[in-house]
């Protein structure tokens, strides 16, 4: 079975330009989840997703951050100017609906590595 | 809110040497905890995790977790590590009723020298 599936896997953009990031969950799963990756920061929680319904996105930084999920199988992930510091590793990762008491685990992609400069 | 923290950022040791990464989390509620893996230029892989009961958890290549809820750690431990064990390992917490989403700690990079 296929995995989760980012593209690009590697983006390098000038300041002001828009970016967008997509991803592919896991065919079944219903829960999709973005975060981003810096050193300083470590893995920060986004927005995630049930059923296609954004449920928390306070881990968005700001304005400029939007995400949506049209459907199960695909989200975007969209910065609007970027800046300098929204460079990081941006991973999408997805779980299985949670079955009584466990919750699911989540399967990362490879993540999209976004420089801007 | 939660949070949790891993106390050490990079933890060099020599192969078959024992390792111990340790983690501390913070809830009010109950929470489940997990330990991923990331090797270079990869996503993160679910090493193990604790759901409920017994509080000593195995993953598939040695690497055990001992949760201690009087402490609240998780730590992780090997008796004997490889090189092919060198990568970043996080720690991460699941609120029990949450929706999924997991709070991860800043990381320790596990570095196995020969």
């Known amino acids: 079975d296929a995995g989760v599936i980012q593209s690009p896997r590697h983006e390098v953009t000038e300041m002001g330009q828009e970016v967008t990031l997509r991803c592919k969950p896991i065919?079944?799963?219903?829960?999709l989840f973005w975060y981003r990756q810096t050193m300083m920061r470590g893995l920060e929680l986004l927005i995630y997703?049930?059923?296609?319904?954004?449920?928390?996105d306070s881990g968005m930084p700001e304005d400029r951050f939007s995400a949506k999920m049209p459907n199960a199988s695909f989200s975007t992930l969209k910065i609007q100017p970027s800046e300098p510091r929204d460079s990081a590793v941006y991973f999408c990762?997805?779980?299985?609906?949670?079955?009584?008491?466990?919750?699911?685990?989540?399967?990362f992609g490879e993540g999209s590595r976004l420089t801007v400069l | 809110a939660q949070s949790v923290t891993q106390l050490d950022s990079q933890v060099p040791v020599f192969e078959e040497a024992p390792v111990e990464l340790r983690c501390n989390y913070s809830?009010?509620?109950?929470?489940?905890l997990f330990w991923y893996v990331q090797y270079p230029n990869q996503g993160l892989q679910l090493l193990l995790k604790y759901l409920s009961g017994s509080t000593l958890v195995e993953s598939i290549n040695g690497f055990e977790a001992e949760f201690n809820k009087s402490q609240t750690s998780f730590h992780l431990r090997k008796p004997s590590v490889h090189i092919s064990d060198t990568a970043e390992y996080f720690c991460a917490v699941s609120e029990i009723v949450g929706g999924g989403k997991l709070i991860f700690g800043q990381g320790t990079e596990l570095s196995v020298k020969p």
């Open positions: 809830s009010s509620v109950s929470v489940y």
């Open positions: 997703f049930n059923n296609n319904v954004p449920i928390d």
């Open positions: 065919s079944g799963h219903n829960s």
């Open positions: 990762a997805s779980s299985r609906p949670a079955s009584g008491s466990s919750p699911g685990e989540l399967f």
